[in-house]
């Protein structure tokens, strides 16, 4: 028997789907019900390959931006999108959270680039 991923959302309104049964694939029991899904597969593709990645690298943001080929800023914006699309609600930019000396600090031990450097810096002079 074929499995497909249940969709998030109502292709009707764009609701959120709730997982109402349940079926045995052997015995064929059923249970009906209001069952709460599984945060992880209402992830898109791509949020989904990103976790995987991460997880895979530990949550090391130097060996993501190594096998992904994107900078600190992204690999960051990702993960954000990901804690929210798991309802841990947006949290805020690198940016906000770092001070200029943080980033600096970070550019010294070579955690991020010239350039990431520069584009966190940009961001906290336009806050």
Known sequence: MATYKAPGRCSVCGGTLHVTKLSCDTCGSELTGNFTPCRFCALDPAQLAFLEIFIK???????????????YPTVR?????LLSALGYGAASAPAERMTKKEILAK????????QEAIALLEELEGE
């Open 77 to 81: 914006n990702n993960l954000d999108n």
């Open 57 to 71: 690298n530990r949550g090391n943001i130097k060996d993501i931006e190594r096998e992904m080929g994107i900078s």
């Open 107 to 114: 550019l010294e031990k070579k955690e991020i680039t010239a």
